[in-house]
């Protein structure tokens, strides 16, 4: 069966720092990999997806960026945290009988400080 | 614009009692609609997907109707229990599928008390 890992589960960083999160999927190959942030009241919000090594869709502007580096393995990344980076991180991949289900990841809760 | 518009925002009921969260939405061309359930602190998990030839999907105590005429959504919980505490998301998603076909619903936080 299909597992999804990230990692960290929590993160606090101060203002300006870098950031690097993980997601690794195991038990498929060539997903379709998402990042998605999930801010206190809000919605799930598109960061990045991915539908192969070295290809990177981003959809908000910001001071984040994303990389895949091999085929199961996605990393979310910033040069310098902002405050109004806080949040839940998921990450997703896409499989199931119906096209585009998503499976999402345990996620990330980063507060920046 | 596709929006997915969910109600009550938030809602609170006694154990054993049954509930009903609303989701209307405007993604048009329609594919199908998923409810996640998602635990504080965890990633959204499935309950049903529905596609627009399908009325009616249940699982377990969850069941969802869909009436793609009206573009309604619903998901009845019933005898809820305390484990059913969680923001339930309703997604909708466009043909062609891709990440930018997908729109989510900020969810309903709902809370079973004892």
């Known amino acids: 069966s299909q597992t999804i890992h990230q990692w960290p589960a929590t993160l606090v960083q101060p203002v300006g720092s870098p950031l690097s999160l993980e997601c690794t999927v195991e038990?498929?190959?060539?997903?379709?990999l998402y990042w998605y942030r999930q801010a206190a009241g809000r919605g799930l919000q598109l960061l990045f997806y991915?539908?192969?090594?070295?290809?990177i869709s981003s959809e908000v502007p910001q001071n984040l960026s994303a990389s895949r580096p091999q085929d199961r393995q996605f990393i979310l990344s910033s040069k310098k945290l902002l405050l109004s980076d806080s949040g839940f991180y998921l990450c997703?991949?896409?499989?199931?009988?119906?096209?585009?289900?998503?499976?999402f990841g345990p996620g990330t809760r980063l507060t920046v400080l | 614009k596709n929006q997915v518009e969910q109600s009550p925002q938030s809602l609170i009921i006694l154990e054993g009692k049954n509930c009903t969260l609303q989701c209307n939405y405007t993604v048009s061309p329609f594919s199908n609609l998923r409810w996640y359930k998602q635990d504080t602190g965890r990633g959204p998990v499935s309950l049903t997907i529905?596609?627009?030839?399908?009325n009616t999907k249940s699982n377990g105590r969850y069941t969802a109707t869909l009436d793609a005429d009206t573009k309604q959504s619903s998901l009845h919980i019933t005898a809820s229990q305390l484990s059913d505490s969680a923001s339930y998301i309703c997604v909708v998603s466009a043909p062609g599928g891709g990440a930018d076909g997908l729109t989510f619903g900020k969810g309903t936080h709902l809370i079973i008390q004892p």
């Open positions: 991915s539908v192969g090594i070295g290809q």
């Open positions: 038990g498929t190959s060539n997903p379709n």
């Open positions: 997703a991949w896409v499989g199931g009988r119906h096209y585009n289900e998503q499976f």
């Open positions: 529905m596609t627009f030839s399908e």
